[in-house]
Each structure stands twice: as structure tokens, then as C-alpha cells.
């Protein structure tokens, strides 16, 4: 049985940090890449970052790149990705997903991620 289980998140003020984490099992985590996805309100769901399965190939959306990281723990049976996320600004604000998706190259197809995690929410105030 496939789970993609979220933690993190809350509430923090503009120029805070968070790190969300993502713990999976069912699959095979090491040949799977991974992406966090956010939506807000009232807006389309936004690709935040991408991973690759061996954790080489990082991808970040615009809005986000140079404050967020994504990065993985393919080790000592963990199984986890996770988002640190600094200099928070109010517009981050938005349900943040976990995703398992196929290959690479395909991250940015419509319909890529397979499982989703139950999504998280991130507010930032100002």
C-alpha cells in the first residue's frame, strides 16, 4: 500500500523559515522522483521544486528559487524528502502537497506525480 505522509508547515511570519517533510513507503523511493506542489486559494496548483530519484538534479519554480531547498533522504531505510523554506513572504501562503512522479524528464507534464502526500498549510503573515 502506497503512503505519502506530510509534516510541517503552520503559521510564521514574513522572513521565517519552515521545513515541511515528506515520508513515503509502498515504492520504490530510490527511482522515484520527487516534487512539493503548492495551491492557494482561488489559484491554479503551482510546481514548487523537483528532485531527482539519486537526488543529482534539483528544479525550483521562479517564485521560489534561491529561498527554497528540496532535498532527500535516500538512506537508512528514511524515505523522506523534504522543503526548507526561508525568507517566507505572504504570498507563500497555500496548501503544500508532496508528490511521487515518474521519470525526470517528464516533471513538468501534466498528470507526472502518481501519489500525492495529504497537503500541508503554510501561512505567512506580514
Known amino acids: 500500500q502506497v503512503q505519502v505522509v506530510q509534516s510541517g508547515g503552520g503559521s510564521v511570519e514574513a522572513g521565517g523559515s519552515l521545513t515541511l517533510s515528506c515520508v513515503v513507503n509502498?515504492?520504490?523511493?530510490?527511482?522515484?522522483?520527487m516534487g512539493w506542489f503548492r495551491q492557494a486559494p482561488g489559484k491554479q496548483r503551482e510546481a514548487v521544486a523537483f528532485?531527482?530519484?539519486?537526488?543529482?538534479?534539483?528544479?525550483?519554480g521562479a517564485s521560489v528559487k534561491g529561498r527554497f531547498t528540496i532535498s532527500r533522504d535516500n538512506a537508512n531505510n528514511s524515505d523522506t524528502v523534504f522543503l526548507q523554506t526561508s525568507s517566507l513572504r505572504p504570498e507563500d501562503t497555500a496548501m503544500y502537497y508532496c508528490?511521487?512522479?515518474?521519470?525526470?524528464?517528464?516533471?513538468?507534464?501534466?498528470?507526472?506525480?502518481?501519489?500525492w502526500g495529504q497537503g500541508t498549510q503554510v501561512t505567512v503573515s506580514s
Open positions: 528532485i531527482s530519484a539519486s537526488g543529482v538534479f534539483t528544479e525550483y
Open positions: 509502498g515504492f520504490s523511493f530510490g527511482r522515484t522522483s
Open positions: 508528490a511521487a512522479g515518474g521519470t525526470w524528464s517528464r516533471r513538468l507534464d501534466p498528470g507526472w506525480a502518481k501519489y
